[in-house]
């Protein structure tokens, strides 16, 4: 059983920076590819980024492009490095993961969650 736990969110101004982690705390996700997830008020859950088990393919939706960095380690933790953050960045923030080779961008192909952490840019 795959467990993830994110940490890392907080209140930050616009122009900042946060780094968020996902551990998987149950079962090995070092061959799932990961992601992130974010969901707005009101709003349906989008793709953020995610990243292949190797590391060696990213994908990123076009709103945060040049500005977030998704990265992992040691094949369990991943890390999403958030920088020039904007008050439409405001969202909780979900780590998914999926047995599967390459990233999806419909949450509906993520098998595996985390409870989400809270990520709040004022302006």
């Known amino acids: 059983q795959v467990q993830l736990v994110e940490s890392g969110g907080g209140l930050v101004q616009a122009g900042g920076s946060l780094r968020l982690s996902c551990a998987d705390s149950?079962?090995?996700?070092?061959?799932?590819?990961m992601g992130w997830f974010r969901q707005a008020p009101g709003e349906e859950r989008e793709f953020v980024c995610a990243?292949?088990?190797?590391?060696?393919?990213t994908d990123y939706v076009d709103s945060v492009k040049g500005r977030f960095t998704i990265s992992r380690e040691n094949g369990k933790t991943v890390y999403l490095q958030m920088n020039s953050l904007k008050p439409e960045d405001t969202a909780v923030y979900y780590c998914?993961?999926?047995?599967?080779?390459?990233?999806?961008?419909?949450?509906?192909?993520?098998?595996?969650w985390g409870q989400g952490t809270q990520v709040t840019v004022s302006s």
């Open positions: 149950g079962r090995t996700a070092s061959t799932y590819t």
């Open positions: 998914a993961a999926r047995a599967a080779r390459w990233p999806a961008k419909s949450l509906y192909d993520w098998r595996y």
């Open positions: 990243i292949t088990w190797d590391g060696g393919v």
